[in-house]
Structure formats: C-alpha cells, structure tokens
C-alpha cells in the first residue's frame, strides 16, 4: 500500500518542474538580466466578435435588472429604494475588459425597454432609462478611472464607493429634474427630489459592495489569497452562528417593538458580524438586514403607532437616512478590520520569510518542524528532513556577481517550491543551504524525492549576460527520525549536515542518506558543474 506521499510521487505534479525547467529559454527576462522562460496564451477571441457578445450581455443584464427592480419595488415608490443601477455597475467593475460604446447603447436600450415592458409611456421611459445609464456611466468612470479599486479590503475602498454612488445618484436625479421640465408637471417638490436623490445613494450603498465581493473572478487589484472559503464554512462552527442569530432576533424586536427606535435594534447586532465575520459576510448580512428593514415597514410587519404609515415625503428621507447609517457603518468597520488582518498577515510573512527567495526564514523553519515532530500522535510514516546546498555557489558570485547569485537563489528556491506539497517546510538556514521538512514521509520516499529534487535542479537553465546557459548542481544530504536516531530536531539537522558533506567528498551533485553509505546517488555519469 502506497504511502499519501509516495502516491503523490507518482502521481506526476513532482515531475513537472524538471519538464519545465529544461524548456526555460530566453523568453522572458529576471531582473539584473537574468534570463527565463514566461508562459505563453493563445486567445481564441476574435476581435470582432469580443464587442458584440459583450454588448449583448450587457443589454440582457441591463434588461432584467430594470425589469425586476421595476416589478418588486416597494410600495414607496422609486423614491425609496432602486436597486437596479448598483447591481449593474457592481457587474460592470467586475468586468476587466473596457465597455465598448456599442456596450453602452444597448445597456440604454434594455433600461428603456424594461420600462416599456411595464406599460410606461415612451417619454418617460426614454427620460428615466437614460438618467439611470448616466448614473451607472458616472460611478464606472470614478471607479475605474479617477479612484480604481485597488483593495476592496481597505476603509478606503468602502468611502470612494459611498461618493461613487452619491455623485452618480446627484447625476440621475438632476437628469431626471431637467427632463421633467418639458414634461407636465413641471415643478417637483424638494422633498421629493431629496427622497429621490437618498433613495439611488441607498441602491449604491446596499448593493454594491456586496456585488464586488461576490465569489468568481477577481477585481485588479484584489489578491486572491484573501478570498474565503464560502459561506457554508461558517455553518459546521457552533461559536461561529452567534452573531448571525443575534442579528436575526434582533431584526424579530425590530418588527415585534416596534417604535422611533426600532431600526437601531440590529445595529450592534451588525456591527457584532462585521467583527466576527468576514467582510463579505458582513456586507451580505447589512445588505438583508436593511432589505428586511424596508420591506417590513412596507409590509406592514413592524408595530407602528397609529398615523406614521404611510410615510409622508420628510418620513421617507428619515427612513433613508437611518438605513444609510445602518449600513455604512458596519461595511467601514468590517473593512476596518480586514486591512488591519492583512496587514498582521503582511508583518507575519516579512518575519516568517527570506525576503530574496520567499523561502522560511530559519526561525520559522525551525519553528514549523520543532510542531511536526511534537506532534501527537506522531505520523504514521514519520518525517524526513533534507539539507540541501548549491555547488560551487561561491565561485558563481565571484565570476558572474551578486546579481547573478541572488537569481540562481531566486530560482532555486522557486523550483523546489514547485516540486513538493504545500505542508512541507522549506527554509533558507543561510546563503545557499536550505533545509526541507516531509512530514509523514518514509525515509523511502523521502531518499526517491531527493533525487527527484536533484533532478529538478539540475535542468535548470538560466542566462546572464551570455547565450551559453548557467547550469546549477545541487548536493543533499537525507535524514529521518525512524531510522533509530534521536528524533531531536537538532541531532537530525546535524545528522543531514552529516549526509550532506559526504554528499560534498563523494563529488557532489548527488544525495546521500545519513547512516546508509550505498544510498548515495550521483548522476549518471557525475557532471562537474559548468560556469557560462
């Protein structure tokens, strides 16, 4: 029966780095000049039919999202609340390619035949449909062009959308009050006009962020390493449904109370799941809640004193107001905390990390296998643990320099990076030597995955200010805490060091297991080392 690692031996993912490294040509360039190979893609599409299949999603997209927002907008009125154009625009930014023009008559076409659709006359559907396109139009234009996107994990992120959103709704509101002019009646109340303005900004600051945050492709700018597991993680962890519960009992006294100070009910509830959750989370929880808010009153759920239904003009811009603050809050503080994780995440890496190879700093390393071997119950194959060290390192800095040194690290450290699995530690312990921890690797596997290793580097080629390649060699020496040594991590790092300049005398470029003098390996037939 094969071992989980001899399994993944063979399984050819650790084969892959020796392919590519003896195709790395001159492709692309290293810094300082070091030359290496850059993956290459073949487009399949065309540049004729990019624009109108983009056009024509746009327009669907454009059309459903008018139409339903048409059809479940509450009994309010539009003044309330208008989704639409923030889940439009939220679509839109996730589209990395430029919106073409033809893209953005048809997304007008489709507002303007959704209301159509509904029974609005010609006039008003082509004077709101166009005021809803300049909106979207003004929000993609700051956010792609004045203020991107860089990190929506950032409190910064969450501002520029909040005055994204009030610019575009400033501009749908005041298109609409300048084609009202020619359409009777022509004098439109202030209140009126304020709700409308509230109720866009609303759509923007419920929508659109949660939009952005949506699983699937990635923003610029948004590194993917941040992207959560989904939401189904959060329902095995017991602790974890606090939050959410509270904030559904809260949103039950918000309709069961009632009362002027029903709407601060879920508000710490909110601001309790933007600390708990993740942002995503977070911003879905305040998008439901201020949804759940809204509708409520208009159904009728929430106990009311007498007369304060239906809300009169200033009661909507009151409404408005709160489920503005209901929401913004929590999306600034749960981005708050997700650019302070980051940023503990950052610091940890710069600690744990050599900053030239991106390999385990030798605390670190240290750190991680001191665990694997403490670990109870021990594993089952036990752990290997290799010293690996680059021939003749020295001499290729005093030829060829430190530039070229610190490539032929980088890119030793990339290799071997690429041909183990992600729980295994590999560190940088000082200049060329680096050390590798298997956990739960017989010392079988553990001696076939040094040669594979050695391998791996030995179809390195690399060019500096030459045509003729850099070639590398690499010597290893192998130990293992199942073969009746001290299972110390010190005694086993001495035991490698050991193996390793056995390794060294026998001529390098080979790997030697501590205490088995015929388990050395070398090339067939040994290669010296070769300078360019």
Same mark, same amino acid.
Request: charged share 20%; aromatic share 8%; with cysteine.
């Given at each position: 029966?094969?071992?989980?690692?001899?399994?993944?031996?063979?399984?050819?993912?650790?084969?892959?780095?020796?392919?590519?490294?003896?195709?790395r040509t001159?492709?692309g360039?290293y810094?300082?000049?070091?030359w290496?190979?850059?993956?290459?893609t073949l487009?399949?599409?065309?540049t004729?039919?990019?624009?109108i299949?983009q056009?024509?999603?746009?327009?669907?997209a454009?059309?459903?999202l008018?139409?339903?927002?048409?059809l479940?907008?509450p009994?309010?009125?539009?003044?309330?609340?208008?989704p639409a154009?923030?889940?439009?625009?939220?679509?839109?930014?996730?589209?990395?390619?430029p919106?073409?023009?033809?893209?953005?008559m048809?997304?007008?076409?489709?507002l303007?035949?959704?209301?159509?659709?509904?029974g609005?006359?010609?006039p008003?559907?082509v004077?709101?449909?166009?005021s809803?396109?300049?909106?979207i139009?003004?929000?993609?234009?700051i956010l792609?062009?004045?203020w991107?996107l860089?990190?929506l994990?950032?409190p910064r992120?969450?501002?520029?959308m909040?005055?994204?959103?009030?610019s575009?709704?400033?501009? /749908?509101?005041l298109?609409?009050?300048?084609?009202?002019?020619?359409?009777?009646?022509?004098?439109?109340?202030?209140?009126?006009?304020?709700?409308?303005l509230l109720?866009?900004?609303?759509?923007?600051?419920?929508?659109?962020?949660?939009?952005?945050?949506?699983?699937?492709?990635a923003l610029?700018?948004?590194?993917?390493?941040?992207r959560?597991?989904?939401?189904?993680?959060?329902l095995?962890?017991?602790?974890?449904?606090v939050?959410?519960?509270?904030?559904?009992v809260?949103?039950?006294? *918000?309709?069961?109370?009632?009362?002027?100070?029903?709407l601060?009910?879920p508000?710490?509830?909110?601001l309790?799941?933007a600390?708990?959750?993740?942002?995503?989370?977070?911003?879905?929880l305040?998008?439901l809640?201020a949804?759940g808010?809204l509708?409520?009153?208009?159904?009728g759920?929430a106990?009311?004193p007498?007369?304060?239904?239906?809300?009169?003009?200033?009661?909507?811009?009151s409404?408005q107001?709160?489920?503005?603050?209901l929401?913004?809050?929590?999306?600034?503080?749960?981005?708050?905390?997700?650019?302070?994780?980051?940023?503990?995440?950052s610091?940890?890496?710069a600690?744990d990390?050599d900053?030239?190879?991106?390999?385990?700093?030798?605390?670190?390393?240290?750190?991680?296998a001191?665990e694997?071997?403490?670990?109870?119950p021990?594993a089952?194959y036990g752990?290997?643990?290799?010293?690996?060290?680059?021939?003749h390192?020295k001499?290729?800095?005093?030829?060829?320099?430190?530039?070229?040194?610190d490539?032929v690290?980088?890119?030793?450290?990339r290799?071997i990076r690429?041909?183990?699995?992600?729980?295994?530690?590999?560190?940088?312990?000082?200049?060329e030597?680096?050390g590798?921890v298997?956990p739960?690797?017989?010392l079988?596997?553990?001696a076939?995955i040094a040669?594979?290793l050695?391998?791996?580097?030995?179809k390195i080629?690399?060019?500096?200010?030459?045509?003729?390649?850099l070639r590398? /060699?690499?010597?290893?020496?192998?130990?293992?805490?199942?073969q009746g040594?001290?299972?110390?991590l010190?005694?086993?790092?001495s035991?490698?060091d050991?193996a390793l300049?056995?390794a060294?005398r026998?001529?390098?470029?080979?790997y *030697?297991?501590?205490?088995?003098h015929?388990a050395?390996?070398?090339?067939?037939p040994?290669r010296?080392?070769?300078?360019?």
């Amino acid at each position: 029966m094969e071992t989980g690692y001899h399994a993944w031996l063979h399984s050819g993912r650790s084969c892959r780095c020796a392919d590519e490294a003896g195709r790395r040509t001159a492709l692309g360039q290293y810094p300082d000049g070091m030359w290496t190979m850059s993956q290459q893609t073949l487009s399949l599409d065309t540049t004729f039919s990019r624009p109108i299949v983009q056009a024509a999603w746009i327009a669907a997209a454009a059309f459903v999202l008018a139409l339903a927002s048409l059809l479940v907008q509450p009994a309010f009125a539009r003044a309330i609340l208008w989704p639409a154009n923030a889940v439009l625009a939220g679509v839109l930014l996730r589209h990395k390619a430029p919106i073409r023009v033809l893209s953005w008559m048809l997304m007008g076409a489709g507002l303007i035949l959704a209301r159509l659709g509904l029974g609005a006359t010609p006039p008003k559907a082509v004077t709101d449909g166009l005021s809803d396109l300049a909106g979207i139009w003004v929000v993609w234009l700051i956010l792609t062009r004045f203020w991107p996107l860089d990190n929506l994990r950032a409190p910064r992120a969450v501002i520029r959308m909040l005055l994204a959103g009030l610019s575009a709704a400033a501009t /749908t509101v005041l298109l609409g009050l300048l084609a009202s002019l020619w359409r009777p009646p022509a004098d439109t109340p202030l209140e009126t006009v304020v709700s409308g303005l509230l109720g866009q900004w609303l759509g923007y600051c419920i929508f659109l962020l949660p939009v952005l945050l949506l699983p699937g492709r990635a923003l610029p700018g948004v590194d993917r390493r941040h992207r959560d597991r989904g939401p189904l993680r959060y329902l095995g962890d017991w602790p974890a449904r606090v939050p959410g519960l509270l904030l559904a009992v809260s949103l039950a006294l *918000c309709f069961l109370l009632g009362g002027p100070g029903a709407l601060l009910l879920p508000f710490a509830a909110l601001l309790y799941c933007a600390h708990a959750y993740q942002q995503w989370a977070a911003a879905w929880l305040a998008l439901l809640s201020a949804l759940g808010v809204l509708l409520g009153l208009d159904a009728g759920w929430a106990l009311v004193p007498d007369g304060l239904l239906p809300l009169s003009a200033w009661g909507r811009i009151s409404l408005q107001l709160g489920v503005l603050l209901l929401m913004i809050v929590p999306l600034l503080m749960s981005s708050a905390l997700a650019a302070r994780g980051d940023l503990i995440v950052s610091l940890n890496r710069a600690l744990d990390h050599d900053d030239l190879t991106q390999a385990l700093s030798r605390p670190a390393f240290t750190r991680g296998a001191q665990e694997y071997l403490r670990r109870i119950p021990p594993a089952p194959y036990g752990n290997g643990l290799m010293m690996l060290d680059i021939d003749h390192f020295k001499q290729l800095n005093d030829r060829h320099g430190h530039a070229a040194g610190d490539n032929v690290l980088c890119e030793f450290a990339r290799t071997i990076r690429e041909a183990i699995r992600p729980e295994d530690l590999f560190g940088r312990l000082g200049g060329e030597e680096f050390g590798l921890v298997l956990p739960d690797c017989s010392l079988e596997d553990t001696a076939e995955i040094a040669e594979r290793l050695r391998v791996c580097v030995e179809k390195i080629r690399l060019y500096h200010d030459s045509d003729e390649p850099l070639r590398i /060699t690499v010597s290893i020496g192998v130990a293992h805490d199942r073969q009746g040594l001290p299972a110390g991590l010190d005694k086993l790092l001495s035991y490698a060091d050991q193996a390793l300049y056995q390794a060294k005398r026998r001529g390098r470029n080979r790997y *030697c297991v501590h205490g088995d003098h015929d388990a050395d390996r070398p090339a067939d037939p040994p290669r010296p080392w070769r300078l360019a």
